[in-house]
């Protein structure tokens, strides 16, 4: 059974330019989460979509946005990029309604210069 | 300017001997906790999770404790392997919020060969 998929792996953006990053789930999973991962942060919640509807958001800056297509891959896109955007991107992968195993990806490291 | 990280717990153990990393966690109403461990340049990687209505789950090498008393939750390591160097974190979802999982600022194991 393959894992999380997240593409890309690295990225580099300009502070100003958006960008989206992708994430597969594991077949069968419909719960999609985005976390944000820095050293002075550590792991923060993003948002969180199941069958195509944002359930659950953090508490970022609208400028952060996501969504979810039929076949459970996710999408979220960062507009207006800032240099404190530069992070570890990370997608979990859940099967179930409720709170259950979530798997993560390898992430996509974006930094902003 | 000079960036400021979390400052993370550090245990640092002898090969083959037992680990123990500790976790408190903040609602007495959480009922499901996950940990996971995160090598560098990786995403966080399931290792075992427990519900509320457990005391203690057995994995592979590894047992997580939960004493909801003083809310407290550890993760045993049994004959560690330089291959367990990593961070390790505990998670909990907020109750009622699916798949909103909050995470401990980690905690570092260094392996000695």
């Known amino acids: 059974k393959a894992g999380v998929t997240q593409t890309p792996r690295y990225l580099i953006k300009t502070r100003g330019q958006q960008v989206t990053l992708s994430c597969s789930p594991i077949?069968?999973?419909?719960?999609v989460s985005w976390y944000q991962q820095t050293p002075g942060q550590g792991l923060q919640f993003l948002f969180e979509y199941f069958s195509e509807t944002q359930r659950n958001k953090g508490n970022f800056p609208g400028r952060f946005s996501g969504r979810q297509f039929s076949n459970s891959r996710s999408e979220m896109n960062v507009s207006t990029l800032e240099l404190g955007d530069s992070a570890l991107y990370l997608c979990a992968s859940s099967g179930g309604q409720a709170n259950t195993e979530a798997f993560f990806g390898q992430g996509t490291r974006l930094t902003v210069v | 300017g000079e960036s400021v990280g979390l400052h993370l717990p550090t245990l640092s153990v002898q090969e083959g001997d037992n680990s123990i990393i500790n976790c408190a966690y903040s609602?007495?109403?959480?009922?499901?906790f996950i940990w996971y461990k995160q090598e560098s340049g990786k995403g966080p990687q399931f290792i075992i999770d427990i519900r509320s209505n457990m005391d203690k789950r057995q994995g592979q090498r590894v047992t997580v404790l939960l004493n909801k008393t003083v809310k407290h939750l550890s993760l045993q390591i049994a004959a560690t392997q330089p291959g367990d160097s990593a961070v390790y974190f505990c998670?909990?979802?907020?109750?009622?919020?699916?798949?909103?999982?909050?995470f401990g600022s980690g905690t570092k194991l260094n392996v000695k060969p």
């Open positions: 609602n007495s109403a959480s009922d499901y």
């Open positions: 077949s069968g999973h419909r719960s």
């Open positions: 998670a909990e979802p907020r109750p009622g919020i699916f798949n909103k999982f909050y």
